[in-house]
Structure formats: structure tokens, C-alpha cells
């Protein structure tokens, strides 16, 4: 861990908390979609500041964030307008730009993910999650929403709990068409320990001070997963925008939540 810094927030959280925050070990690469800074760990946007975890240096293959379907899916002409820039398909994860590297960190044994898609039902799709050497952990058949926007899925109680200090391989793929390789997006996860200071500042934060504890320590899934919490109760709530900016995502932050995914 760094030496104690402050945060940048303008939220109802006390000097105490901000003062000894943990702050992740400065990371190697810089996030993509930002412009650079003094600190590339350190990426900010309005009242939150999101400092990367330092990449895994064996971690494989990068990953694919994004995906633009240029196959397209049979449903999906008749719903995206004709002159669309927008991805069809996106996981809501940092990028590092010089390593291509797909990667977000949690301290959940059972996280949740987050995508974009322009894919609907009754496409097929299907959630596969992989240890670090390619062994199956869990996957499970998607069962997409009716409108296109952002989706969550969680592991079930019945998926086998993550362990602390792996990292491991998720890919989202959608089944456009028989016969034809599916459009996916794929990256890494990676568990890590809940530093003891951290989980007592935690338990007293509000959940918007919690959005920024986890940001600040780097914890992407948990940040994000809470932040959207707080934009369902209230979509005026800047949590959600201010995280999807600061990883280069601007044009999916006013994108819905979409009630999904149950498990087919």
C-alpha cells in the first residue's frame, strides 16, 4: 500500500476517513481513454478518483473490451438507428492502454459483472468463467433483456467461491447466428485481500463514500456495483457517469440499467 494521501471528493465524508485512506501500490501502465496525468494510477473525474491496480505481469491473453458486431445479429438492424457509432457490445472494465490489458479488481468471492449490449432476446448468449490456467470455474446460459442497455450478472451461490490472490478469465458471448463464431468480450478479474483499515472505513462510509473507498483503492467491481445501487434509488446520482468517465466509457453512461440476467 502507498503512503496515506487524500482523496479528491467533494462528498459528506469525514476528514478522519479521507486522511488515512490506502491508497493501491502505483501501477505500471496508465488506463486507456484518459489523457495522461503527473500520476497514472490516478485517474479522476468530478468528485472521484480511481487509482489502477498494478497489471499482473503473466496474466496471458489482454482481452477484448469492446466489440463492434459488424456481422450485426438478425433483430438487431430494426432497433439500432442507421448512423449508430456506439458499440454493440462493451464490458464496463479498465483498459491499460499500453498492454491492451482487460482487468478489474474486487475483494467479493461472488462479484458482479457489468456489460453493455445492443443484443436482445431471443438471442442466444452464454457467461463462461475460467481459472488462470483455462479450468472451467462456472458458466451459464444468458438470458438477455427485451431492450438493449446495461446488464449485470452475479455469481449464484451455487458457482464455487473465488479465491483471494487469483485472478480469473470471464468472457460474455453472444450466438448471432448458427454455424458462425459468437461476438464476445473478455477480460480478468482479480481477488484481492480486504485490507483491514480499509474494511472499518467501509463499514462506517455512506454507500456514495463507499463508491469513492473503493475507487480509491482501486477496487473497479465493487466501486461499480455500488454505484449503480445508488443510481437506482436516484438516476440523478453522479456515481455511475463520474466511474464510467474516468475509464473512457462517457457514451454508455447515460445507457438504462436493464432488469437482467436470470440463468436459463
Known amino acids: 500500500m502507498l503512503p496515506v494521501q487524500k482523496i479528491k471528493l467533494t462528498l459528506a465524508i469525514s476528514c478522519a476517513i479521507l486522511s488515512c ?87 467479493s468471492a461472488a462479484p458482479t459483472f457489468w456489460f453493455y449490449t445492443s443484443y436482445v432476446a431471443p438471442v442466444p448468449a452464454k457467461f463462461v468463467l475460467r481459472n488462470k490456467d483455462g479450468g472451467l470455474v462456472y458458466q451459464t446460459d444468458v438470458a438477455l433483456p427485451q431492450t438493449r442497455g446495461i446488464i449485470s450478472l452475479s455469481l449464484p451461490k451455487t458457482a464455487p467461491p473465488l479465491s483471494v490472490g487469483r485472478q480469473y478469465r470471464w468472457f460474455l458471448k453472444i450466438y448471432c447466428r ?9 477480460g480478468w478479474i482479480q481477488i484481492n485481500p480486504l485490507d483491514p483499515t480499509l474494511k472499518e472505513q467501509l463499514e462506517k462510509a455512506t454507500p456514495r463514500d463507499r463508491v469513492a473507498l473503493y475507487a480509491v483503492n482501486g477496487l473497479w467491481f465493487d466501486a461499480l456495483t455500488v454505484a449503480a445501487q445508488l443510481r437506482r434509488r436516484n438516476p440523478n446520482n453522479p456515481s455511475w457517469a463520474e466511474l464510467l468517465q474516468v475509464i473512457g466509457l462517457n457514451e454508455l453512461a447515460i445507457e438504462p440499467i436493464v432488469e437482467c440476467c436470470t440463468p436459463r
Open 21 to 107: 485512506t490506502q491508497v493501491q501500490a502505483q501501477p505500471l501502465n496508465s488506463l486507456s481513454g484518459q489523457n495522461q496525468s503527473p500520476d497514472p494510477s490516478r485517474k479522476s473525474h468530478g468528485s472521484l478518483t480511481f487509482a489502477a491496480p498494478p497489471p499482473p505481469e503473466d496474466i496471458g491473453e489482454p482481452g477484448q473490451r469492446s466489440e463492434a458486431g459488424s456481422r450485426g445479429c438478425f433483430n438487431l438492424e430494426r432497433q439500432l438507428p442507421s448512423n449508430t457509432q456506439k458499440q454493440q457490445l462493451a464490458a464496463l472494465v479498465p483498459v491499460y492502454s499500453d498492454s491492451a490489458l482487460v482487468l478489474g479488481t474486487t475483494i
Open 178 to 186: 448458427e454455424q458462425e463464431p459468437p461476438a464476445f468480450v473478455d
